[in-house]
């Protein structure tokens, strides 16, 4: 078994300054740390993690805290987790995924076994427990998304002000005047103060109305079943629409087979416009789904980054937002023109449908 009194031999340094290295207790310089990172390679040390935590206090572990009973996982969420540990990776950090409930009781539960240094915390909600108990505990925090009081908060989200501003721009251009919005289901209790619904759908009312469109906004839970129905629902009640934002990736999947179970071509008959989604999931519709594209590698890795700056007593990084970015595919074209009355004649009815 290789030890360290072996790779300081080999290092040419002394086993104080390889523990020094190991346990993070003092400071080494970058020649000497690069000659034991050699020696530990060419031997094959692997530190002992139990060993470093009770000499530093600190385990080097960082948990990402995600209620996974109240939010389903998709492409776009294992974005926010690879990029932040490959950010953790980078700083000489491990990160755990907890999947911790929206109420704070579990993860006060493990708060109190001293497993991790700090947390990034994940769908966040306007007034979040998990804040209350991470401030309580002590324990250093970041978060992925923003409650409503942010003071002394350190965290990073989605500009949704931004995205939607984009999203709908993007239609008004293609000539679309009869726009609708399947957002999230705010009635649902688990949901009805989730930031980034209720930001989604205030962004979505405030910039339809300063284009002067009207104001169509059903609720829709994350599901593809949920997006079939919301469709049906739309087509009863806003049978003029023209183009669809949908904010769940699921959902707007659902809208796409709902649309063309019943009968609608898209984007002929109607565009589809997915408002946060990745490529992956976008590419499973047919046509593939033109998108905003969640930001996630950015905020998995500016949150995580955040968070190790506090642990390390580093200057905190300013919070910072950022959009989704506008990702063409082929669910969106431009409104066809209004079919012709009775009576028009047969060459006025071509006309209409070229």
Same mark, same amino acid.
């Given at each position: 078994?290789?030890?360290?009194?072996?790779?300081?031999?080999?290092?040419?340094?002394?086993?104080?300054?390889?523990?020094?290295?190991?346990?993070?207790?003092?400071?080494?310089?970058?020649?000497?740390?690069?000659?034991?990172?050699?020696?530990?390679?060419?031997?094959?040390?692997?530190?002992?993690?139990?060993?470093?935590?009770?000499?530093?206090?600190?385990?080097?572990?960082?948990?990402?805290?995600?209620?996974?009973?109240?939010?389903?996982?998709?492409?776009?969420?294992?974005?926010?987790?690879?990029?932040?540990?490959?950010?953790?990776?980078?700083?000489?950090?491990?990160?755990?995924?907890?999947?911790?409930?929206?109420?704070?009781?579990?993860?006060? /539960? *493990?708060? =109190?076994?001293?497993? $991790? %240094?700090?947390?990034?915390?994940?769908? @966040?909600?306007?007034?979040? &427990?998990?804040?209350?108990?991470?401030?309580?505990?002590?324990?250093?925090?970041?978060?992925?998304?923003?409650?409503? /009081? *942010?003071? =002394?908060?350190?965290? $990073? %989200?989605?500009?949704?002000?931004?995205? @939607?501003?984009?999203?709908? &721009?993007?239609?008004?251009?293609?000539?679309?005047?009869?726009?609708?919005?399947?957002?999230?289901?705010?009635?649902?209790?688990?949901?009805?103060?989730?930031?980034?619904?209720?930001?989604?759908?205030?962004?979505?009312?405030?910039?339809?109305?300063?284009?002067?469109?009207?104001?169509?906004?059903?609720?829709?839970?994350?599901?593809?079943?949920?997006?079939?129905?919301?469709?049906?629902?739309?087509?009863?009640?806003?049978?003029?629409?023209?183009?669809?934002?949908?904010?769940?990736?699921?959902?707007?999947?659902?809208?796409?087979?709902?649309?063309?179970?019943?009968?609608?071509?898209?984007?002929?008959?109607?565009?589809?416009?997915?408002?946060?989604?990745?490529?992956?999931?976008?590419?499973?519709?047919?046509?593939?789904?033109?998108?905003?594209?969640?930001?996630?590698?950015?905020?998995?890795?500016?949150?995580?980054?955040?968070?190790?700056?506090?642990?390390?007593?580093?200057?905190?990084?300013?919070?910072?937002?950022?959009?989704?970015?506008?990702?063409?595919?082929?669910?969106?074209?431009?409104?066809?023109?209004?079919?012709?009355?009775?009576?028009?004649?047969?060459?006025?009815?071509?006309?209409?449908?070229?």
């Amino acid at each position: 078994m290789v030890t360290m009194r072996d790779v300081a031999q080999r290092a040419g340094v002394s086993i104080a300054t390889v523990s020094f290295l190991l346990n993070d207790t003092k400071p080494v310089t970058a020649a000497t740390r690069a000659r034991i990172e050699q020696a530990m390679l060419e031997l094959g040390y692997r530190r002992n993690m139990v060993a470093r935590a009770l000499a530093s206090r600190r385990t080097h572990i960082i948990a990402m805290a995600y209620p996974a009973l109240e939010h389903r996982f998709s492409m776009s969420t294992s974005e926010f987790f690879t990029s932040a540990a490959e950010a953790a990776r980078k700083e000489d950090y491990h990160l755990v995924l907890w999947p911790v409930g929206n109420d704070g009781v579990e993860l006060q /539960e *493990l708060l =109190g076994q001293g497993l $991790v %240094d700090g947390v990034v915390l994940m769908e @966040v909600q306007l007034d979040d &427990r998990r804040v209350d108990v991470l401030r309580g505990s002590g324990t250093p925090f970041a978060l992925i998304g923003r409650t409503t /009081e *942010l003071d =002394g908060l350190s965290h $990073v %989200d989605i500009d949704f002000d931004t995205t @939607v501003e984009e999203a709908v &721009r993007y239609l008004y251009d293609y000539g679309h005047r009869q726009l609708a919005l399947i957002s999230g289901d705010l009635d649902d209790p688990r949901f009805h103060a989730y930031g980034p619904w209720v930001r989604v759908e205030e962004a979505y009312r405030r910039v339809a109305a300063s284009y002067g469109l009207p104001i169509v906004v059903l609720p829709c839970s994350d599901t593809t079943a949920a997006g079939k129905v919301a469709t049906e629902q739309l087509l009863k009640q806003s049978p003029e629409t023209t183009a669809v934002l949908v904010l769940n990736e699921y959902a707007a999947l659902g809208v796409v087979s709902g649309l063309k179970r019943a009968g609608y071509d898209v984007p002929g008959d109607m565009s589809v416009f997915s408002l946060l989604t990745v490529p992956e999931t976008a590419a499973m519709t047919d046509p593939e789904l033109t998108m905003m594209r969640t930001p996630g590698r950015e905020l998995g890795a500016l949150g995580t980054v955040s968070l190790i700056r506090e642990l390390e007593g580093d200057d905190p990084l300013p919070p910072q937002l950022v959009a989704a970015e506008l990702s063409p595919g082929a669910t969106v074209a431009a409104p066809r023109a209004p079919q012709p009355k009775a009576g028009a004649g047969r060459r006025g009815a071509r006309k209409a449908r070229s």
